[in-house]
């Protein structure tokens, strides 16, 4: 099934204690494409400037990612710099510059307007809404993911968006801000009466945990010897999960589940080298060497 | 097989958002026995006051548990107290009061001498090792639980003492204090070199993590829609998992999987309710629901 996602595509500074990079790519919807893309087609909508050459745009040369929504505006791209701490469990941005990406207003081709399953990254909630409004049916599987800046400034917005998403994915102090609700169950019974029926959160390096008004389902993070750069984790998760879920085409239990899966073999990948070099080359048979890894990890016999 | 714990039984003051208790048995012993009592024997090596009446000893009774080595000294019972903040993420030690517990010198009865499985609970590194020395033959199954006041000031007999040790069961500061490593899958490295070929990092909320020299196992904490008192989770979680060992008497690795299920299974039930109010009464029925809960909550095919 066809899966579109709006979001950010940018230019990210990183500084780990393994390293430093002045440029890289980066952007939920870049993480997300590429990781989505190991499963399905993507077509991307998001603003670039004039920064934004051939070099950028060939990293996602040779996938299954359509750039035709991905537009060009006058100006330098949205940048990003941060800086993790020595065991990088804390991260403080140095520069935010939205440049371009200030007066983005999503528009879809109109090879997109077809589209079934629907990632609304981490934007204003006014713009996830419009995305929403332009696609001519509706949609199968729509996904969202928001922060504390929404919640605070923008709660009526985001209300509005929730109504039609499917499944929100969030973080454990997110979904505590959404709900005014510490205990993360009760929590959920909230999110469910704005909307989505299911909700993932996601807790970084405790993993993530899914709450369905049928089920529940908890995935831990992959324990990894090293983790080079932690950027664009929780994109790349969300890449995964609606890839996954997005070439099967359903939201049965199992497809779920295993979404929950694929997000965390994306995530873990992720981190292993900087930006979003890692997913860029990642192979299928390392996917699934890694969804076995997780069988084996979580897997007992009662008898 | 047969099990033996030592370390402390208590009385404890708590304050949680739910209420209120003044004195309530605790102590890891207390919490360990009871728990571990619902798969195998018990034996207990500790030290209460005069202050332990029979009404506290019948907290024990009707439960396969043996008090034969739990010593009655002059003076008062070994006292904590302490409250949780709002939503129970973190507790404020008020009072602790080590009394009769000052001058304990475990002495194991002649009937304990046998034990093939030993559980030494978090106390003086130098007594878990004479435990040791006690028993007759060496046991087939050694646990060890410690804190960083041990790990700062007796880090040479904690040494001594894990030389000994086949599981250590120890918290994630705790392993990074222990090891000076910051990544848990190194840090184990480092607790191999020291003795114990298997250890249990129990992380709270997050759930815990078996690191073994041959493979690694997650369980997640079970989601709970109210906790009512977090006091005692890790000691139960650290009875059903040597209980539930101790009762099959083998270190395979499905067995070692099931430990860290039925461990989670008794941390999650502990905290249902005040003190050891819950695993006391706890039924083997509900034992075995909530472990296919667990299996519920992580389960999940390829294909």
Known sequence: MSLLVVGSVAFDALET???????????????FALAASHFTPVRVVA??????TDEYRAIFKGRPIDLSGLERAAGKSFF????????????TTLVTELNV????????PPDYLNSSSIFLANIDPSLQLSVLKQVRRKPKIVGLDTMNYWIERAPKELRETLKHTDILMINDEETRQLTGEHNLLRAAQRVFKMGPKTLVIKKGEHGALMIHDK?????????LEEVFDPTGAGDSFAGGF??????????????LRRAMVYGSVLGSYAVERFGVE???????????SRARHFLNLTSFKLQ
């Open 17 to 31: 204690p393994h390293g430093k990079v002045d440029r890289t790519l980066g952007g939920a919807a870049s993480y």
């Open 47 to 52: 603003v670039v400037g004039d920064d934004f």
């Open 80 to 91: 990003w710099s941060g800086r993790y701490n020595a065991n990088m469990s804390e991260r």
């Open 101 to 108: 990406f200030a007066n983005f207003k999503p528009i879809l």
């Open 215 to 223: 089920f529940l389902f908890s995935v831990p993070a992959f324990p």
């Open 242 to 255: 609606m890839g996954y879920l997005a070439s099967t085409g359903s939201l049965s239990e199992h497809n």
């Open 278 to 288: 890692r997913i860029t080359k990642l192979k299928r048979k390392e996917i699934n």
